[in-house]
């Protein structure tokens, strides 16, 4: 089924979505947060709750959606399978119950949802989490990852149908999260032993991984497609232990190496036929807002993650965060008309504070969104 001719029509405005993971198990009550704080024209989102366990963290669950490469988990983490499996089955599920939630809060709610947001791992990051039969990375091999990006993009295709299904009506938006592409292009992802690097993930490649996967994307039925840069958190990390150590300093393994891959990795997200790009406010250096404002200026949205989400603190004043924006945005001399591309969200994912703080934060998004279309109107 191809994409909808016509995306939803909104007065154009300064917008507010979440990232997706969520705190807590209960799906109804996420659902419940998501679809009533994020009315129309904010973008409401399929929550993701990684605190049920395995299957319901971000690399399992999209591994679950993956056509005809069946997952488990190990000691070290994910891996391909020749067969499904409990944790396979486990990722399936959980999914599948998460879907039919939804439907049933929307539909008891009489809402007709204009848009949904729906989130997965993107390729890159997805094959690099994930291992092959003998326990390395599918990062390593070429194959394998064309394998993974193509299976994804199958999966993607069943995945946008079943939710179109749930909620009829509702114009989907993808969000493709790589928190590891910066530390694929750079060289810098160990080893599943650890003590050396996996070779860097070419460029070329990566421009054409994304740029088929958005075209898929798009045919699939998906009106609107984000890539989400932000960087890695716990609720997106492996099953398996944290690894430490070559990483940080193996072959162009430094840092300040990874921050210049990240902002190649920004200009080749700019440049895969996306409509909007999700960055984190703290990595953005005046060279990267260069960058965000030449896409801006061609018509590209800008999911700006803004307020911070951490554990026992509260955000900041809303005044201080709009200024997070907009010193920036006049020092290079954008219109205050142009703020409509942008969408506020938090910096991370949620999943990591409590369900208070969570609300606390996405409210602020809400009132950042709020302040900024009133410089845009006055």
């Known amino acids: 089924m191809g994409a909808p001719s016509n995306r939803p029509v909104v007065d154009p405005q300064v917008t507010a979505t979440m990232l997706g993971p969520w705190p807590g198990t209960d799906p109804a009550e996420a659902d419940k947060v998501s679809l009533g704080v994020f009315t129309p024209a904010h973008l409401p989102s399929l929550p993701e709750l990684p605190a049920r366990g395995i299957g319901s963290d971000a690399v399992g669950r999209t591994a679950g959606l993956l056509v005809e490469l069946p997952v488990d988990v190990q000691p070290y983490g994910w891996r391909f399978t020749d067969r499904p499996g409990n944790d396979h089955r486990r990722a399936v599920s959980a999914l599948s119950t998460d879907i039919n939630v939804l439907a049933d809060v929307a539909g008891a709610a009489e809402l007709e949802l204009p848009e949904l947001k729906l989130q997965v791992v993107g390729p890159v990051s997805l094959a690099a989490a994930i291992h092959l039969h003998y326990g390395e990375r599918a990062l390593r091999d070429h194959g394998a990852r064309r394998d993974v990006a193509q299976s994804l993009s199958a999966g993607l295709a069943q995945h946008a149908g079943r939710v179109r299904a749930a909620v009829p009506g509702a114009a989907l938006t993808l969000q493709i999260d790589e928190p590891e592409v910066a530390r694929a292009l750079a ?35 998906f009106a609107r497609i984000a890539i989400n840069l932000a960087r890695p958190h716990a609720e997106a990390a492996e099953a398996g232990p944290a690894e430490t150590g070559p990483a940080e300093t193996g072959p162009g393994g430094t840092k300040s190496a990874e921050t210049a891959f990240w902002r190649k990795a ?35 949205g800008v999911w700006a993650g803004t307020v911070p989400a951490r554990p026992g603190q509260a955000p900041p004043s809303y005044p201080a965060l709009v200024e997070r924006i907009m010193r920036p945005w006049r020092g290079l ?6 703020l409509e591309a942008l969408r506020i969200t938090p910096e991370a994912g949620l999943a990591g504070v409590s369900p208070a703080e969570a609300r606390a934060i996405v409210n602020s998004t809400l009132d950042v969104a709020a302040a900024l279309n009133d410089l845009r109107n006055a």
């Not at 440049?271 to 030449?294: F, K, N, S, Y």
């Not at 001399?333 to 142009?338: T, Y």
């Open 187 to 221: 060289g810098t992802i160990p080893t599943a032993s650890g003590y050396r690097t996996l070779r860097s993930v070419p460029a070329s490649e990566l421009r054409q991984t994304w740029t088929a996967l958005v075209a898929e994307a798009r045919a699939a039925g």
């Open 266 to 300: 920004l200009k080749l997200a700019l440049e895969c036929g996306i409509d909007a790009v999700a960055v984190p406010l703290d990595q953005l250096d005046t060279g990267h807002w260069e960058q965000l404002a030449g896409a801006i200026e061609s018509g590209m």
């Open 333 to 338: 001399g954008l219109p205050e008309s142009s």
